[in-house]
């Protein structure tokens, strides 16, 4: 139960932060703390852009199922012990071939997206990542903007790949 109001809520802070960011909301300029000025906008994109990967782990691991590490492990030795459980030789237990590639994008994506404030604020020199004052605005802009499509593709992919690796 508590897993799926995690899922449930991690959901609804992706399509809020979502509709919010795409709509161009006012509400993303009003400060959420005064000063230092953050606006709401700062802190709805971070949440958005953790809850993307979370969500994919969450799937990724599902409830029922140990992690799937551990069938990697055990189909591994039972391969290596010689014992199959069908006519294709693959292990019962054994993963789907895109689960370590889901899981290594979710966690690059997880670490990305936790730093994403941080690397914004020393590209920034402010909370509200506004670019107006820095003579160098273009180029800092430009990795600002680089870093935060590729935190949002992964948590993308991270989904994505929560699904496919099932």
């Known amino acids: 139960m508590t897993r799926r ?3 449930t809520l991690l959901l609804l802070v992706i399509l809020f932060g ?4 795409l709509t161009s909301s006012s509400l993303l300029s009003r400060p959420l703390i005064s000063y230092p000025f ?3 906008g700062t802190v ?6 953790l809850a993307l990967p979370l969500l ?8 029922d199922q140990p992690y799937l590490e551990e069938k990697e492990k055990h189909a591994k030795h039972a391969k290596q012990a010689g014992n199959v459980a069908d006519e294709t030789g693959s292990s019962v237990d054994a993963p789907h071939p895109l689960w370590r590639l889901a899981n290594g994008i979710d966690i690059l994506g997880l670490v ?3 730093l994403w404030p941080f690397v914004s604020y020393v590209l920034a020199g402010n909370w509200s990542f506004s670019f107006a004052s820095i003579e160098i605005s273009s ?5 600002f903007t680089a870093y935060s499509i590729f935190t949002f593709i992964l948590g993308l992919l991270s989904l994505i790949g929560s699904f496919r690796s099932r």
């Open 5 to 7: 109001l995690v899922m």
């Open 18 to 21: 979502g509709g919010l960011l």
């Open 38 to 40: 953050i606006p709401v």
């Open 44 to 49: 709805t994109t971070w949440l958005m852009l």
């Open 56 to 63: 994919g782990r969450m799937l990724l691991h599902g409830a």
């Open 112 to 114: 990305l997206a936790f």
């Open 139 to 143: 180029l800092r802009f430009g990795i």
